[in-house]
């Protein structure tokens, strides 16, 4: 069965440095996601993108963020000038053709911001 | 704002046997979706069951069923003849219909099964 894979598994970074999370989601899935999960705390999301451009996003998604399908089958989140309160598991997804499709996840990435 | 809460932090259930997780929402919407979704450990998250909330029937899957009761705001989840692959963390979410499309979240549920 088609998976959203996700890479790294795990990303240790200096406070301050930028740092890109990965995520090839399911070929024909036009709608994707990124949540975020700091530990002991809900499921919270991010962003979603669809037809190359964001088409909502919390008040967690600040310019501290950005979302990018760069070629495709790639969707990046980039989070520039990390801070300590950054430090998460990042959840990508992604749905099929139209919204309210179930949401399809990978595995996640957990960001460890030193 | 929608919110979703699970009430129980952790459950337990001998295998074989059946155990229901509970989750309540909050929301002014009329039209819906509720999920259940599980996470193994170190696993990705797994969609289990799918509720359409103008379906008055309760969806099941296999071992999996939901008793959703809309006036009440409550999506409980059962699990029959529970196997030790069930042990994971199991999320309750809700996505409204049309226009958002994001998840809402419960904090979960972590379900042990004992052997």
């Known amino acids: 069965e088609p998976e959203v894979t996700q890479t790294p598994s795990h990303q240790v970074t200096q406070m301050g440095q930028e740092v890109i999370l990965r995520c090839v989601p399911i070929s024909n899935h036009l709608y994707f996601y990124w949540y975020r999960q700091i530990l002991g705390q809900k499921v919270e999301f991010l962003v979603s993108?669809?037809?190359?451009?964001?088409?909502?996003k919390s008040e967690i998604f600040d310019d501290q963020f950005s979302v990018e399908r760069p070629d495709g089958s790639n969707f990046t989140l980039k989070i520039r000038s990390t801070k300590l309160e950054d430090s998460a598991m990042y959840f990508c997804?992604?749905?099929?053709?139209?919204?309210?499709?179930?949401?399809?996840f990978g595995d996640g990435t957990r960001l460890s911001i030193l | 704002a929608q919110t979703v809460t699970q009430s129980q932090p952790e459950m337990s259930v001998q295998e074989a046997e059946t155990v229901t997780l509970s989750c309540t929402y909050d929301t002014s919407e009329s039209d819906y979706y509720l999920f259940w979704y599980k996470q193994p450990p170190s696993r990705q998250m797994i969609l289990v069951i799918r509720?359409?909330?103008?379906?008055?029937q309760n969806a099941t899957e296999n071992r999996f069923s939901v008793n959703f009761q809309k006036a009440a705001k409550s999506f409980s989840l059962k699990i029959s003849d529970s196997q030790l692959g069930d042990a994971a963390m199991y999320f309750c979410a809700f996505q409204p219909q049309g226009g958002s499309e994001k998840l809402v979240f419960g904090k979960g549920t972590k379900l042990t099964v004992n052997p």
């Open positions: 993108f669809y037809n190359n451009e964001i088409s909502e």
């Open positions: 997804a992604s749905s099929e053709v139209t919204s309210n499709q179930p949401q399809h």
């Open positions: 509720q359409e909330a103008y379906k008055q």
